[in-house]
């Protein structure tokens, strides 16, 4: 790898890694159009919460990662929410990068093999 794409790399991992722990919080806190659709059926209270109606959202309790250490776009057991979900961002890119990177590193081209 050459010192140009290195140096690019590490560029664009910060950029993401600090809109990741930073912006991520000034993200609007009203629900996208896909919890809008789950909710289609349900009265929802001025807190978000179901009080009544059928809908899809209902059977969020029973989701498999509900209690996973990173629900709900923060880090369980951290109390201070802007840090919360900001390290949840940054670890999601580090993740990713981690992932992506792998992946890349394991179907690269690689130079033949002399056989003399």
Request: charged share 15%; with cysteine.
């Amino acid at each position: 790898m050459s010192k140009r794409l290195g140096w690019f790399i590490a560029a664009g991992l910060l950029v993401a890694a600090i809109l990741a722990g930073v912006v991520s919080n000034f993200a609007s806190s009203s629900p996208d159009g896909l919890d809008n659709t789950a909710l289609n059926g349900c009265t929802v209270d001025d807190q978000g919460e179901i009080t009544g109606g059928t809908c899809m959202a209902q059977q969020e309790q029973a989701h498999q990662t509900g209690d996973s250490p990173l629900a709900d776009y923060g880090i369980r057991g951290i109390d201070n929410e802007f840090l919360s979900t900001g390290l949840s961002g940054i670890l999601g890119v580090a993740v990713t990068f981690a992932i992506g990177g792998g992946i890349f590193w394991l179907v690269r081209r690689r130079s033949p093999v002399d056989h003399q």
